[in-house]
């Protein structure tokens, strides 16, 4: 399996940017697909997951109304479109896949892309 982020750069606050993860490797449409962050100093955390088959989405509260996740089951592509971005907001944003349902634990996913960072200014 693998991840690939793309995307990611410096704005400042209230503006947008939208992450891509292509992945290839796997049976896409079997894979709850996720986004992580892992902010300066801090532990990874969870921003968005989209389940597989029912298609739901779940959000972290800080993100709910900013952040929409998406996923292009053709195209093996997951998104992550994130407007009114805050300088909290400043991470590196990690995609994630299992083949499991849903979940927001770091551990509970083994298929990790590389990062792409988004830094966002006052």
């Known amino acids: 399996v693998q991840l690939v982020e793309s995307g990611g750069g410096s704005v400042q606050a209230g503006g947008s940017l939208r992450l891509s993860c292509a992945a290839s490797?796997?049976?896409?449409?079997?894979?709850?697909m996720a986004w992580f962050r892992q902010p300066p100093g801090k532990e990874r955390e969870f921003v968005a997951t989209?389940?597989?088959?029912?298609?739901?989405?779940f959000y972290r509260d800080s993100v709910k109304g900013r952040f929409t996740i998406s996923r292009d089951n053709a195209k093996n592509m997951v998104y992550l479109q994130m407007n009114s971005l805050k300088p909290e907001d400043t991470a590196v944003y990690f995609c994630?896949?299992?083949?499991?349902?849903?979940?927001?634990?770091?551990?509970?996913?083994?298929?990790w892309g590389q990062g792409t960072q988004v830094t966002v200014s006052a």
């Open positions: 994630a896949a299992r083949r499991g349902g849903n979940s927001d634990k770091v551990n509970n996913y083994d298929n």
């Open positions: 490797g796997l049976t896409f449409e079997t894979y709850t």
């Open positions: 989209h389940t597989r088959i029912i298609a739901q989405t």
